[in-house]
Nanobody, 121 residues
């Protein structure tokens, strides 16, 4: 199973970006998909997760600014990011799992994309 992120780039403070993630294997329906990020020298941080049933979870740091969504028919996951700040600069990763549990916590995810860079300045 491959996850491929897209949509990263450079944006000014206060700007917006939308990240997308596509699952390559159409026989695999992840129970939970999530977005994470990792800045240089820091641990990977959970941002948001969304179950196949539509239940969403967000980290406090992004509540009200980021919105996660998924299209189960197309096996895609998105993250709309608004009001971006310099501290949002990081490599952003999409992740998926097949276990019936959804947490915004990296150990719960077994499939990861390669990441897409977001730079806010």
């Amino acid at each position: 199973v491959q996850l491929v992120e897209s949509g990263g780039g450079s944006v000014h403070v206060g700007g917006s970006l939308k990240l997308s993630c596509t699952v390559s294997d159409f026989t695999f329906m992840p129970y939970c998909m999530g977005w994470f990020r990792q800045a240089p020298g820091k641990e990977r941080e959970g941002l948001a997760a969304l179950s196949v049933g539509g239940a969403s979870l967000y980290a406090n740091s992004v509540v009200g600014r980021f919105t996660i969504s998924r299209d189960n028919a197309k096996l895609t996951l998105s993250l709309q990011m608004n009001s971006l700040k310099p501290e949002d600069t990081a490599m952003y990763y999409c992740a998926a799992n097949s276990i019936a549990r959804c947490e915004v916590n990296p150990p719960y995810f077994g499939y990861w994309g390669q990441g897409t860079q977001v730079t806010v300045s």
